[in-house]
């Protein structure tokens, strides 16, 4: 018998009510992350020691009970384990030198890939032993377009207009490094669940950016790949993917990638969830800014959601990531709110 109510709604079944947990659910909202990440002197410090990421990943679960706990690390550990360097920049966000097409055909080699990331590892390990019993643990990796956009402009941008022009310009090569980021995470997934994870979650949070046959390419090709490969080790993990901004290329995606849940960012009509949950499992969406202002917008917000996917298979979520500035009274009235 499945005593975690997360896993039963991802095997498809309606739970009243619904599991909830907020991706970046480990943050700067809470004070006892930013005591921690001040010890640890630097965000890869947290996600590089285990001591520290056990214990971050902990408190939201502490604080909240929420019914999922996710791996602290980050996305971009995966390029930073392929030997390109990474750093975070106070305020600013990340920063990596931009590779260029001439680089990927030896991207990663003389770089022990496992070795680096071993730490990860060893932190969903203890998770799995520290974690309540009916606490789903989340794994994850970034989607290969969504780190991609990282390597080749160096940072964060609007638009990723950066990327979008050298996939055009260079077709070859960005083929080349989306289908080894996909060999790679695939890989770097297996391990997690090896470790302990329940379930993984793969972030493509720029999959919005892209027209039609891009998004074909660059989105569901790649991530149908990791789905694939993790499947012939893991064929019962659930595999939740977010193409954050898809819109209408949300239908389709679920049979295209092969994974068991969508998560939808907010922007998504219920009307939509609604038949997309037709099709198994759905995640979200609560817009994050709806949890920053409190209140009625909260309220309504959370009422619409439940009132659209409650009777269906439902994970509670946010559409995107919890902000730095979000009250923490404001998270405890949602958690009640759904709960109720
Ligand atoms: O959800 C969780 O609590 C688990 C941990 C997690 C983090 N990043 C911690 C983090 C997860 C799942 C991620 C995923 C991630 N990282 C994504 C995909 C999801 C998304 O939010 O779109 C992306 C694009 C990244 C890359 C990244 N990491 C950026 C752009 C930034 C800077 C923006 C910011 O909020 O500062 C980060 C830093 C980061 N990752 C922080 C945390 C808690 C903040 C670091 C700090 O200053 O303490």
């Known amino acids: 018998m499945q005593d975690k109510k997360l896993l039963k709604v991802l095997g498809g079944e309606t739970v009243p009510p619904p599991p909830l947990w907020m991706m970046r659910q480990a943050g700067r909202y809470l004070p006892e992350y930013r005591a921690l990440r001040e010890k640890a002197g630097s965000f890869l410090d ?31 550990v995966v390029p930073h384990a392929l030997g390109r360097d990474l750093r975070f920049v106070e305020g600013e966000g ?14 990663g080699e003389g770089h022990d890939f496992h070795a680096h990331l071993a730490p990860v590892y060893e932190t969903v390990s203890r998770l799995r032993k520290e974690l309540p019993q009916e606490t789903t643990l989340i794994g994850f990796c970034g989607a290969p377009w969504t780190v991609a956009t990282y390597m080749i402009a160096g940072r964060g941008t609007p638009d990723q207009a950066p ?19 996909a060999e790679v995470s695939a ?62 290329l949300y239908s ?8 068991t849940a969508l998560g939808l960012d907010w922007s998504v009509p219920l009307s939509q969830a ?61 958690v009640e709110r759904v709960r109720r």
């Open 46 to 76: 947290l996600c590089y020691n285990p001591d520290f990421a056990v214990e971050v990943t902990l408190q939201p679960i502490r604080r909240f009970g929420f019914d999922a706990a996710i791996l602290f690390s980050d996305i971009l």
């Open 94 to 107: 990340p920063r990596l030198t931009p590779i260029s097409a001439a680089e990927i055909p030896r991207l």
């Open 163 to 181: 990327s979008r022009l050298f996939g055009y310009r260079e077709p070859e090569a960005i083929a080349a490094l989306l289908s080894k980021l």
């Open 187 to 248: 890989d770097y997934l297996i391990r997690q669940i090896d470790a302990g994870a329940d379930a993984v979650q793969i972030f493509d949070s720029w999959a919005g950016v892209l027209d039609e046959a891009s998004f074909e390419a660059w989105c569901v090709k790649p991530v149908a790949e990791i789905v694939r490969k993790v499947r012939q080790k893991h064929p019962k993990t659930p595999i939740i993917g977010f193409p954050r901004g898809a819109g209408s």
């Open 252 to 259: 389709g995606y679920r049979d295209k990638t092969g994974v």
């Open 274 to 334: 609604r038949a997309l949950q037709a099709g198994g499992p759905v995640q979200g969406n609560l817009d994050p800014l709806r949890l920053i202002a409190g209140g009625r917008a909260l309220d309504e917000g959370v009422d619409n959601i439940l009132q659209a996917l409650g009777d269906g298979p439902l994970i509670f979520n946010l559409g995107h990531g919890i902000t730095p500035d979000t009250p923490i009274a404001h998270v405890e009235r949602m």
